[in-house]
């Protein structure tokens, strides 16, 4: 058994461990933010109030994927399902990520973040749109961190609509049923000119994966944490990273 790395080495030094310390760290991090109402709730706030913290944390875990020299981070922000929550939570969601760029697009492009998006874009209203497109404009030289929203998306809907683009481009004779194989289905998914996740962290001890990423999971390292999202830190996130960094990965293989 691979020894485990404390966060602090002792409580004495009180030193935390130093990003270089980190080995065979992911290069794909994908994480679903769960538990801003709980947080909220058990403050007796409203669950807006949760999706608000969860929005600077937002902000602090892009540091640290910075820090620990992750490549890309996707952030599950907004799902197709969200849209059955009360109107007023729907419209606070769907503001915040301008709120969010208002606040912290300076800093993103000084920190070199490039920002993208997968999911349906188009149907989303247009002050999300206005500052995401904006904010993508901007940083689309940046090689940094790739920052990558999911907005508006839903696995389920998003395998649905390559499989229709598939059977369009078959039809207009661009390939033959025997080239249909797991490389051209991937071109056609939102996340065609990514990798897929190598570690996924969802928090608030739910284990689940509510629709999210389900193709590109299929050989990704999954751990859960009861940490509501407000609550994520750096400490949590190290304790993920180390767990990953002793996962055995064989792809199936022996
Ligand atoms: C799930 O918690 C979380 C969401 C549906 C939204 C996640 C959004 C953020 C963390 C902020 C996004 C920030 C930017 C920059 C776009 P929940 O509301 O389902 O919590 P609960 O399960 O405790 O009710």
């Known amino acids: 058994m691979p020894m485990k ?38 403050r007796g706030l409203p669950r807006i109030a949760g999706h608000k913290a969860g929005m600077d944390v937002v902000k602090e875990t892009v540091e640290l994927a910075i820090k620990y020299k992750i490549n890309v981070l996707t ?6 399902e969200n849209w059955s929550r009360p109107k007023h939570e729907v419209e606070y969601l769907l503001r915040l990520p301008k709120e969010f760029l208002h606040i912290y697009l300076p800093d993103l ?54 499989i229709k683009s598939i059977m369009k481009d078959f039809d207009d004779e661009k390939f033959s049923v025997e080239q249909v194989d797991e490389n051209l289905l991937s071109q056609y998914l939102y996340t065609h000119d990514l990798q897929d996740p190598d570690l996924l962290i969802r928090t608030s001890g739910e284990q689940r994966l509510s629709n999210f990423l389900l193709w590109q999971l299929a050989y990704t390292e999954f751990w859960f944490t009861d940490i509501l999202w407000p609550d994520f830190n750096e400490e949590i996130f190290v304790e993920a990273l180390m767990d990953y960094q002793n996962r055995s990965r064989r792809f199936g293989g022996i």
């Open 5 to 42: 790395l404390p966060f602090f080495r002792s409580k004495k030094e009180a030193q935390p461990i130093q990003a270089e310390e980190l080995t065979n760290v992911p290069e794909h991090v994908a994480i679903i933010m769960d538990g801003n109402g709980r947080w909220a709730k058990q």
């Open 109 to 162: 492009i000084k920190n070199n973040v490039r920002i993208e998006t997968i999911g349906d874009f188009d149907s989303l209203p247009n002050y999300t749109k206005e500052a995401v497109q904006y904010a993508k404009e901007k940083t689309k030289n940046n090689d940094g961190l790739l920052l990558n929203f999911a907005l508006n998306y839903g696995s389920r809907k998003e395998i649905l609509s390559a």
């Open 75 to 80: 952030l599950f922000a907004f799902s197709t």
